[in-house]
Each structure stands twice: as C-alpha cells, then as structure tokens.
C-alpha cells in the first residue's frame, strides 16, 4: 500500500485518485491517517487535482486540533490504495516524527500511546451516549451562484470540483448554467445541509479554494426544512 512519492506529481495524481469517493484516507471522520498523508505533502495540490485539494483544503482546517483527532499514525506505507509503494522520501517520514519544525500543522508535542487511547474512549463514550437520545435535526436547502472567471472558463471542470466537496451532512442536487452578461455563465447549484454540520462559510471557503476556476460564490437562495 501507499501513494508513491507524495512530494512528486505523481503521487499527487494517485492521492487525488484514492480520494475520488473518499472524504478521509480511512473512515468517515478526519484521524491521524489523514495527518500522517498531510504532514507528508509539501503544499496543496494543483488546482486539477480536484479531489486531493478538497481534501487538503477539509484538513487543514483541523489544524488546532491535529493532537486531538482519533487513531495513532502509522507508516506511509500502509495507507492508499493496494498494489502502490510507498516511495516518499525517508527524510520526510523521519522528520514527522522527530522534528516539530516542519510539521505542517504547526504543532504542539505529539500526546503519548496512553493519553490518545484515553481521548479515544470518552469520545466513544460520548457518542454512545449521544445516540441514545433522540434528536431533531435540523436542515436547509441552500442555492449557490458560483462564478467563473471568465467566458474561457471550463463550466464542467468548474462543477466537477465543486460536487468533489464531500461532507458529512452535505448532499448536492441539480445545477444549471446562467447567463451573466458577455458570453459567461455562472453555474447556479442546489444543495441540503444538516445545520450542525455544514454551514456556509465552510462551502464558500472549500468552493473558492479552486481559484483557477472560481471567481466567487454567492447564496441566492436559503430556506429552512
């Protein structure tokens, strides 16, 4: 297992493609495998790279809470996908572990073995407790204008990026292209949030980030469910 080089383009391009229908390199909520695989890129991917710099983009986010996030890193090598080394430079792996100063996150001291465990159990605990009390929840159906840049600008690469988001309490509906003035179009989307979990500050930051295609997003259209 692995992403080859994560510091080449190449491995950029496996990474993107292990993301496709992934929000996270394992499970469904953001872990230390994802700090692992982040601490391990250089930069944020290219804007092509769709997937990954959504990804990259969700990540960093969690950045005050690196220490806190669920699991225990392991080697490169056993994450991505079957059947693909793992050729990122030993240095980079070594430094992770051993010097503070290139931690992309920026970092406190990594907890110890015990104290991770500990974290883990009471968040278990509190979402065992959690599950047992019935709740209501609540949801808004969202429209968004997302505009180009330009009339070169290429809508369906704009819209694919823009639909890679993926996050838990966000589901993505129909879309159209219209008319702004002078030859462009903006693509106009539909989308259901769970409150609690996707606001629209998040999208706008996540939707922007592909700034080779985006010029802005705008909310048209918010209504309670």
């Known amino acids: 297992m692995g992403f080859g080089d994560l510091k080449t383009s190449a491995g950029l391009k496996v990474l ?3 993301l496709t229908d992934k929000s996270y390199i394992e499970g469904y909520v953001p872990s230390q495998a994802d700090v692992a695989v982040f601490d391990a890129l250089s930069g944020a991917p290219a804007s092509d790279l769709c997937h990954a710099l959504r990804w990259y983009n969700h990540i960093k986010s969690y950045q005050k809470e690196k220490g806190s996030l669920p699991g225990v890193k392991k080697p490169l090598g056993q994450y991505g996908p079957a059947g693909v080394e793992d050729t990122t430079a030993a240095a980079s ?18 907890e110890d073995e015990e104290a991770t465990k500990l974290k883990e159990e009471r968040l278990a605990a509190y979402n065992a407790k959690k ?18 840049w330009d009339d070169e600008t290429d809508m369906a690469k704009l819209e694919e990026c823009v639909r890679s988001i993926q996050l838990d309490g966000l589901v993505w509906g129909q ?51």
């Open 131 to 148: 599950a047992k009390k019935p709740a209501l929840i609540a949801k808004s159906s969202i429209l968004l204008d997302v505009k180009p």
């Open 16 to 18: 993107n493609e292990f």
């Open 175 to 225: 879309s159209k292209l219209l008319p702004v003035g002078y030859g462009i179009k903006k693509l106009q989307i539909a989308c259901v949030v769970e409150d609690d979990k996707v606001g629209t500050d998040q999208l706008e930051e996540l939707i922007t980030a592909f700034e080779d295609y985006v010029q802005s997003m705008d909310v048209a259209a918010f209504n309670k469910i």
């Open 93 to 110: 792996a070594a430094a992770d572990d051993e010097d503070d100063d290139i931690d992309l996150f920026g970092s406190d001291e990594e």
